[in-house]
């Protein structure tokens, strides 16, 4: 099948893409795990999820599923599509921080997510009550620093675990469960 193809295995591996397909599924498999719950390295804590948007493809192939409205990735056709050996081609992530309570603001970030080039588009940050336009253009840069931190923090973790061949090994295993469940 494979010899068919004019696909230069090394040239995939060298690519960025190779690990941010591994990282959307480790993304996504972490996120139903722990309900969404996560604590980075730094010990922030986060809520991540998967919505309104999940495109699923073939590898190596054209076919692709797209899944919109709601919580698409906990629908059980987008698990049978990734059960099939689909891959995430992109998606939409949101990110939380904080509870709502007196002494926290929740603070909330969506994006895309596009794992061709590791690519992140259509940010929405969090708003902002301020009426300064440099206090609030200040605070918009801090806020998406913020965001690159926490999405950093995550890649930093699936790759402490993805580089270490044993700990990858079971890592894959349960996600192999978790997709078959």
Not at 143 to 162: C, N
Request: glycine share 6%; charged share 35%; with cysteine.
């Amino acid at each position: 099948m494979l010899e068919n193809r004019n696909i230069d295995i090394k040239e995939m591996i060298g690519n960025k893409d190779f690990f941010s397909r591994e990282f959307l599924i480790w993304l996504w498999y972490v996120s139903e795990k722990k309900q969404g719950h996560y604590i980075l390295p730094d010990n922030t804590e986060i809520m991540i999820f998967i919505e309104d948007k999940l495109v699923l493809e073939e590898l190596f192939g054209e076919q692709e599923d797209s899944f919109k409205g709601g919580i698409p990735s906990e629908s059980p056709e987008a698990k049978y599509a990734l059960k099939s050996g689909k891959i995430i081609k992109e998606c939409k992530i949101k990110i939380t921080k904080g509870t709502v309570s007196l002494n926290e603001q929740q603070l909330e970030w969506t994006f895309n997510f596009k794992a061709n080039g590791f690519n992140i588009t259509s940010i929405k940050l969090p708003p902002l009550d301020i009426k300064d336009y440099r206090e609030k253009f200040k605070q918009r840069v801090q806020l998406l620093e913020e965001l690159y931190d926490y999405i950093a923090g995550l890649y930093k973790s699936f790759l402490k675990v993805r580089l270490h061949g044993e700990n990858w090994k079971k890592e894959i295993e349960n996600i192999k469960k978790w997709i078959e469940s």
